[in-house]
């Protein structure tokens, strides 16, 4: 079956504009995860999302970045007046259920460039 | 701050050597997991080992996990030129509902 995708794959933007990043998970999985990784480094833990539970916020790093979940599948993330420091690479993860940590499986990325 | 560490930071080996890769980390967890990037986008989960284990194999791949000194590692035996990539840790434990991840080995194998 498809795995999960993002779009867009890549996207450059002026700083103080406004940017959506989208997330279509894998069918049936009740998690989903928004990672961020920049240049050379490891992930960061952004914002999770399980079923119909309130989602974790605690990864957000500014009020303007926020993040929603429709019908329990696809996934926007939202960054409002974009500064340069938001250039990384976005990542989307879907896993089958929180419990026991399943593994995830993630798409394969959006990579925001903010001039 | 990333509560796995990996060691080294980059790794470069000759094909059909074996690369060794060390996770540390520093809270109790439920189980430790390792992904592999290729190219700075998506990762590729390799294997779980929960925290009652201590050792699993899969395929080429060996993790080791030594809770009662935070510490893992993954051997990859007989490597390829295609095992090039960016290796991770990660960690899932009770107090967060995400995985932490350190930030990486870049293995670099060479044909």
């Known amino acids: 079956g498809a795995g999960v995708s993002q779009s867009p794959s890549n996207k450059v933007t002026e700083k103080g504009k406004d940017v959506e990043l989208r997330c279509d998970p894998i069918?049936?999985?009740?998690?989903l995860y928004w990672y961020r990784q920049s240049l050379g480094q490891g992930l960061e833990f952004l914002i999770y999302?399980?079923?119909?539970?309130?989602?974790?916020k605690s990864g957000l790093p500014s009020d303007r970045f926020s993040a929603e979940r429709t019908g329990g599948s696809v996934s926007t993330l939202t960054i409002q007046r974009t500064q340069q420091e938001d250039s990384a690479v976005y990542l989307c993860?879907?896993?089958?259920?929180?419990?026991?940590?399943?593994?995830?499986?993630f798409g394969p990325g959006t990579r925001l460039t903010v001039t | 701050s990333q509560q796995g560490e990996e060691d080294p930071q980059a790794l470069s080996i000759q094909e059909g050597e074996n690369a060794t890769m060390n996770c540390s980390y520093k809270?109790?967890?439920?189980?430790l997991q390792w992904y592999r990037q290729n190219s700075g986008r998506g990762l590729v989960h390799l294997i779980l080992?929960?925290?009652?284990?201590r050792e699993k194999h899969s395929g080429r791949l060996r993790v080791t996990l030594d809770t009662s000194k935070k510490s893992s590692s993954l051997l990859i035996t007989a490597s390829r030129a295609a095992d090039t990539a960016s290796y991770f840790c990660?960690?899932?434990?009770?107090?967060?509902?995400?995985?932490?991840f350190g930030s990486g080995t870049r293995l670099q194998v060479q044909p």
């Open positions: 993860a879907s896993s089958l259920d929180r419990r026991l940590f399943y593994e995830q499986y």
């Open positions: 069918s049936g999985h009740t998690a």
């Open positions: 999302f399980q079923g119909n539970s309130a989602p974790d």
């Open positions: 809270t109790s967890i439920n189980n």
């Open positions: 080992i929960r925290s009652n284990e």
């Open positions: 990660a960690t899932g434990d009770t107090g967060r509902r995400a995985l932490t």
